[in-house]
Every structure is written in structure tokens, then in C-alpha cells.
């Protein structure tokens, strides 16, 4: 049997535990997942703001990315937040992409999940 392609796109930073522990969970049963951070999304993935929204969620963000990662998932930040501000300095394991790769996925994938 095929392993399921799961993408998620998260846009609030609030819905990242959830995603993530759900993610974990979908590998765990053997299913592909991407995850590609967005607009407030994306600040989880800014080392500046890293452990701000680890106190601000109650959860241990870094060990979630952490296991994550561990488990084959891809984490995105999306590449137009790096012009905004002081841009992002990404979490180690984050990788920089642009709307043909979410595309790219997405269209492979037998859900798309946004949060």
C-alpha cells in the first residue's frame, strides 16, 4: 500500500503544537507529511522569536520540532517573510521555500490540511 502525502500549511502560530503533534502522529503510520509555515506561522520558525512562542504556547517547541524532524517530516518557511522586517533566521532543519514548491506538493498530495 502507498504511503498518503499529507501537506500542511499553517498560517497561525497558535494551531503550530497541534500541527506538529498531528504530523508526528501521521508518520507514525506511516504516511509522507511537508509542513510549510506562512505569515504569523512562520515566526516559529524565527530563532528570535523561537523560545517567545515556546513560553507564549506552553509546549516545548524545540522538541517537537526536534522529533519532527527526527521522523522525517519537512519543515518550510515561506521565502516572502524574508523580506519582511529583519527577516527570518530560521530554526536549524527549516528549509526556505516558495509557492512552486508548496504547489509542487500540494498537487502530489492526497490532502492539504490548513490551519
Not at 498560517?11 to 504530523?23: A, Q
Not at 515556546?54 to 527526527?70: E, K, M, Q, W, Y
Not at 515561506?78 to 498537487?107: K, P, W
Request: glycine residues 6%.
Amino acid at each position: 500500500m502507498r504511503k498518503k502525502r499529507v501537506v500542511f500549511f499553517v498560517s497561525l502560530s497558535s494551531n503550530v503544537p497541534y500541527v506538529l503533534k498531528t504530523s508526528i502522529e501521521m508518520v507514525e503510520n506511516d504516511n509522507e507529511v511537508s509542513i510549510f509555515f506562512d505569515l504569523d506561522g512562520a515566526r516559529v520558525l524565527d530563532k528570535r522569536y523561537f523560545n517567545k512562542m515556546t513560553r507564549t504556547h506552553g509546549v516545548d517547541l524545540s522538541l517537537l520540532f526536534n522529533i519532527a524532524l527526527n521522523t522525517g517530516i519537512r519543515i518550510y518557511g515561506c521565502q516572502m517573510n524574508v523580506l519582511i522586517a529583519d527577516g527570518l533566521e530560521l530554526i536549524d532543519g527549516a528549509e526556505l521555500a516558495g509557492v512552486v514548491t508548496f504547489l509542487e506538493q500540494a498537487y502530489q498530495a492526497d490532502a492539504v490540511l490548513s490551519y
